[in-house]
């Protein structure tokens, strides 16, 4: 039996395929996914693969759409889905970046081992509980005033640390030192703004965790070491967490606004959910403003949980800040 | 006419609901009910209080998105879980209703699901025999 993605993925080598611009008319470039034959009798699904090829859609989008090993279904976009487009005459769509903007994680190292913090897991893991706010619902432990929302915003991670939530070094090893330049709370919607506000400081649910990790097995040693990873049987933590409701509000908000820019730029999509406007128009500047104002917010939001994290570790083992990076 | 008034279906990472009525405004209502009761209990939710809506949009799919992410947007900001709601008007491109329900009290309602969103994938409003909806939640 001929693979399913037979005539429609073009294999280049053994890791490369290609989706030419025929499979679909519109595209104006190939879509290219990475993975190896057998990841993709994983994968192949063959809506996910029409995905990428809506991608090429995308005015100015340069050189390929492209799909990483993880790819799978999103909301327009494929989850795993890269594009990058032309400053000059390319467009920004808010689907591409995603609904939780600047969703991550951040690993955060210990001194401890397995050995030592073994006897005292569930202590910990209850500690965490405690701490960190979880769960459908569940409220932060900050109270902001709008004014203050709109703080967070424009410093991201550093407003959290000058009110004593973290120390400097937190925001030295911090992407953009945790703070995306370019944000203004005008173009955010007061609505982002309500749902942002009882959510700061909170992990969220579904796929968003606190996990206690070891060290069980190095690859790379140089890189390890240059993240402060030394010994097999170290104890790590890892935070995975987003800009939860008001990153949420912000895509939905700017998905709408920019449909409507879809039809005065006269750009024409598959998908109205790859909804976009030009880079250099107001609606595209408007939108990376509230954006970046979003990634702010996840960056401050992941501060609170690596602080309350930090402070549970030191309840339960009783070492100071500084066994922390 | 099916028997039950919605049905949750599972999509990938994502969380569907069909939900049917004999016309538009019951089908609305029971999309509501769908996402309220994958979010907790809908039987220890009591109606004490109620929020008025109004809403505009470019077609019937764009308001039932839209319908849902107010209520979602309720529950986020307020948290009111609703179980019970009256469509006042609606149209194609306009729907006025008033919602009932409480605020989340966790000595009471267990908490289930955390909606984030309802989106545009998979997104239908089929209006032939009786009325069929079908919406996807980014949860």
């Known amino acids: ?3 399913p993605w037979q005539g429609i993925l073009k294999k280049i080598d053994d890791y490369r395929w290609e989706i030419p611009p025929s499979y679909k008319e519109g595209m104006t470039v190939p879509g290219l996914i990475f993975a190896s034959e057998s990841m993709l009798s994983h994968i192949w699904q063959e809506q996910v693969f029409q995905q990428v090829a809506n991608v090429a859609f995308l005015p100015g989008i340069v050189h390929r759409s492209l799909a990483m090993p993880d790819i799978h279904w999103g909301y327009g976009f494929p989850i795993g889905g890269v594009a990058a487009t032309r400053i000059k005459d390319g467009v920004v769509s808010p689907g591409g970046v995603g609904f939780d903007i600047n969703c991550g994680v951040r690993l955060v190292r210990t001194n401890l081992t397995e050995d030592e913090v073994r006897p005292k897991i569930e202590q910990l893991v209850r500690e965490l509980f405690i701490n960190i706010p979880s769960g459908v619902g569940s409220e932060g432990k900050i109270r902001v005033s709008e ?8 410093m991201g991670s550093r407003w959290a640390m000058e009110k004593g939530y973290g120390q400097a070094e937190d925001i030295v090893v911090t992407e953009e030192s945790g703070c995306m330049k370019g944000a203004n709370p005008d173009k955010v919607s007061s609505k982002a703004k309500k749902r942002g506000i009882p959510q700061l400081g909170t992990l969220g649910s579904g796929n968003h965790f606190v996990e206690v990790e070891v060290v ?12 402060g990873i030394e010994d097999l049987g170290q104890v790590l933590l890892l935070i995975h967490t987003g800009s939860r409701g008001f990153g949420h509000q912000v895509c939905t908000d700017y998905v ?3 449909g409507e820019a879809v039809r005065r730029y006269g750009i024409s999509l598959p998908d109205r959910q790859l909804a976009c406007a030009p880079i250099n128009s107001p609606e595209g500047q408007d939108y990376l403003a509230a954006m970046s104002c979003a990634a702010n917010y996840a960056w401050t939001n992941r501060q609170f949980i690596v ?10 083992f009783g070492k100071s800040h500084r066994n922390w990076v | ?6 049905e949750i279906i599972d999509h990938t990472a994502d969380v569907g609901i069909i939900a049917y009525g004999a016309d538009m405004s019951q089908a609305f209502v029971n999309a509501a009910r769908a996402l309220f009761s994958l979010i907790t209990e809908l039987d220890d939710v009591e109606e004490v209080l109620h929020r008025d809506m109004e809403l505009t949009a470019p077609d019937e799919e764009n308001l039932l998105v839209e319908w849902l992410n107010e209520l979602i947007y309720q529950f986020d900001t307020e948290s009111i879980i609703f179980k019970r709601f009256d469509i006042i008007h609606l149209d194609s491109t306009q729907l006025k209703a008033r919602s009932y329900g409480e605020k989340v009290d966790s000595s009471k309602h267990k908490l289930k699901t955390g909606v984030k969103a309802a989106t545009y994938h998979m997104l239908k409003v089929d209006k032939g025999d009786g009325c069929k909806v079908q919406v996807l939640f980014d949860i």
Do not use: C, G, Q, T
């Not at chain 1, 602080?307 to 309840?315: N, P, T």
């Open chain 1, 1 to 3: 039996m001929p693979a």
């Open chain 1, 147 to 154: 004014k203050e929302l709109d703080k967070v915003m424009v």
């Open chain 1, 216 to 227: 069980d097995e190095l690859y790379d040693r140089d890189a390890a070491k240059a993240m």
């Open chain 1, 256 to 258: 709408a606004l920019l």
């Open chain 1, 307 to 316: 602080h309350w994290a930090r402070e549970s570790f030191v309840k339960v």
């Open chain 2, 1 to 6: 006419m099916p028997e039950k008034d919605f």
